[in-house]
């Protein structure tokens, strides 16, 4: 007796405010990027293979990079209560829409807690680490929140995916997912210039699963 073929689990497409809102949670991730490549490329002093983006929301351009964690952060937020309503009643995951908030709160807390002037950033910053203030060891604290909860997010995924069959959403899940863990841990453990690079694209890549996330779900696809 033949066993019969999986297929992914295929909802109504959202509509109305839940698919903007969705919208909104897959422009975040273009948003933050594009924040990103415009600040380092007109901000004097910044270097991706010595900085990490969140140093441009110190100086007097730090409000841009601020308000980039905000809406960016909003957007996720909002968007992940969207998803959550899609997958309360289509049987979907009810942790993905938590941890994909928590990512959003964890962004809205790196714009209220700024991170310290580092290693020559802004011009005239000494280099080197330099001291880390009450609200720049908050910056990171929420920012490992954000870090941990994208992980997460991805490995929850990626099991639902699996158990479904869909062996390609769960391996882009997976990947997406060690490779930011990777990134992160190895930046912590042992800086380089060259681990700083990879951590950006680390960042670059979870975003980007982030906006394919939203849009499966605006399209009838949540996982």
């Known amino acids: 007796m033949s066993q019969a073929a999986a297929f992914p689990v295929v909802r109504p497409a959202a509509v109305g405010r ?21 600040q380092a490329a007109t901000r004097d002093g910044f270097d991706f293979r010595r900085h990490p983006v969140s140093v441009l929301s110190t100086g007097e351009l730090g409000w841009i990079q601020i308000v980039t964690f905000l809406v960016t952060g ?6 992940a209560q969207a998803l959550r309503l899609i997958t309360s009643e289509g049987g979907g995951s009810i942790w993905l829409p938590r941890l994909l908030a928590l990512y959003g709160l964890g962004l809205v807390g790196a714009a ?3 991170a310290d002037p580092a290693d020559g950033f802004p011009a005239g910053t000494p280099r080197g ?3 880390i203030s009450w609200h720049g060891g908050l910056h990171f604290l929420v920012a490992a929140v954000a870090f941990v909860s994208l992980i997460v997010a991805t490995v929850v995924a990626a099991r639902r995916a699996a158990r479904r069959g869909a062996r390609g959403r769960a391996a882009y899940s997976l990947v997406t ?19 700083m690079v990879a951590f950006g694209l680390a960042v670059t890549a979870g975003w980007l699963w982030v906006s394919v996330t939203f849009a499966r779900a605006a399209s009838g696809r949540a996982d």
């Open 129 to 131: 680490a330099g001291e």
């Open 177 to 195: 997912g060690l490779f930011f863990a990777a990134a992160w841990v190895t930046l912590i453990a042992r800086p380089a210039p060259a681990v």
């Open 112 to 114: 209220i807690f700024s």
């Open 74 to 79: 909003v957007l996720c937020v909002l968007a």
């Open 18 to 38: 839940d698919r903007l809102l969705l919208l909104g949670g897959v422009l975040a991730g273009p948003i933050f990027v594009g924040s990103a490549m415009v």
